[in-house]
């Protein structure tokens, strides 16, 4: 069959360009290798989806060449999206640091954009698995499990390495890089940090632990709460500093941010010199690792010497860590790296070299923060193609 255009991947940026483009009258299809389109939009956000942020911003975004992506955020906006979920009936919410979530499910979001394709002609094939795309004079030859399918234009949706349980797979750097087009190292972001067993032999009792914290690598650092698991550390602030980790860099926690730590524990000496200092800590972050961080010092806090009050203070403070790697793609939200931008319009996301070949959302070589920044980047994306494909 001949169409003008064929879309590879039923998740955010896919269905967004297929809608698009079918609006303007295009006959597109689009393909997906699951049973259902959005499989990544049902489970994001606890099934709520974290579907964009009010704080969109080129400077929260990874890749060789971040501001790439700020043509697409600009023309298609965190605002441009909320506006359509408004006037689809969607009812949603911000949480911290304007995060926004579906007051109801995120199958909202799914079938709306459902309605949405079949509202614009799209034919959805879904349990197809895509194959290799070739180019020839008429155009592309895009295979499918059911059968090779002509197109004047493909758009290339079929995001990252992450959650392989899900689908994910590399068909779409195969697709780049048959093509001649440059794809950047690859690896897991938005990922949980695992240690060594020595240092897990003092985190595992730990384990289910959370506060909030400043975490830092480099010269980077969020604020948001970490989680003390089996295998190492998780929660927001972890995952937001896995992007900018690399093997063989340390981080830094800092357990009482915004705070004093040195005079805190001075002053507490001061004022309740009989309290024992895992007391003393467990009135400012949770118990079993104000029990830890007081190992060994059972005695009062009147008897602790200055030098040990500083020794603990630096570990509130600044206390290194050392993860030897991550959880990996099993459990990774996005993956870091792609399709080089190099190799794209940042206008339209063509390839350059190929005219009619697009690549949209998680395969390129664009990261956001957790937090809604990556899903604005699939829609924006994928509309930007939606309006040239």
């Known amino acids: 069959m001949t169409w003008d255009v064929v879309v590879l991947g039923a998740g955010a940026a896919g269905m967004l360009a297929a809608v698009e483009a079918g609006r303007r009258g295009r006959r597109v299809l689009l393909v ?19 579907f964009t942020n009010l704080g ?18 600009k023309r298609f906006t965190q605002w441009d999206f909320i506006d359509r979920m408004d ?33 614009a002609g799209v034919t959805l094939w879904t349990g197809t698995e895509p194959g290799a795309v070739t180019r020839g004079p008429a155009g592309f030859a895009v295979e499918t499990s059911r059968g090779v399918q002509a197109a004047a234009a493909v758009v290339v949706a079929t995001g990252g390495k992450s959650i392989p349980k899900m689908g994910a797979t590399s068909h779409g750097y195969r697709i780049a890089e048959s093509f001649g087009l440059p794809v950047t190292e690859t690896r897991p972001g938005l990922v949980p940090l695992t240690f060594a067993e020595q240092e897990l032999g003092w985190m595992r009792p730990l384990a289910g632990v959370s506060l909030p914290v400043r ?13 003390f698991t089996h295998r190492g550390l998780s929660g927001p602030a972890v995952l937001q500093i896995s992007s900018y980790w690399r093997e063989g860099q340390g981080i830094a926690l800092d357990l009482l941010p915004g705070q004093d730590a040195a005079a805190l524990l001075r002053a507490a000496k001061q004022a309740a010199g009989r309290a024992q200092l895992a007391t003393v800590l467990a009135r400012h972050i949770p118990e079993r690792l104000a029990r830890h961080l007081a190992a060994g010092d059972p005695g009062p806090m009147a008897g602790l010497a200055a030098a040990r009050l500083d020794q603990v ?22 993956t870091l790296g792609g399709v080089d931008t190099d190799a794209l319009d940042a206008r339209t996301l063509q390839a350059r070299a190929v005219p009619g070949l697009y690549f949209v959302g998680e395969v390129v070589d664009i990261t956001g923060w957790l937090g809604g920044y990556n899903f604005q980047w699939a829609w924006s994306s994928g509309w930007a193609a939606g309006q040239a494909a």
């Open 313 to 334: 203070a630096r570990r509130l403070a600044d206390w290194p860590l050392l993860p030897v790697g991550s959880e990996g793609y099993r459990t990774a939200e996005v």
């Open 32 to 50: 997906d290798r699951a049973a259902r389109p959005g499989e990544k939009i049902r489970i994001s956000g606890g099934g709520r989806c974290n």
């Open 87 to 119: 006037r689809a009936g969607i009812a949603w919410h911000e949480k911290t640091l304007g995060q926004l979530f579906c007051d109801g499910s995120a199958k909202q979001i799914v079938d709306w954009l459902s309605r949405e394709m079949a509202a």
């Open 56 to 73: 969109i911003a080129v400077d929260r975004y990874l890749g060789r060449n971040p501001r790439f992506a700020l043509s697409a955020l």
């Open 215 to 227: 975490i830092a690598c480099g010269r980077t650092a969020f604020d948001e709460a970490a989680l």
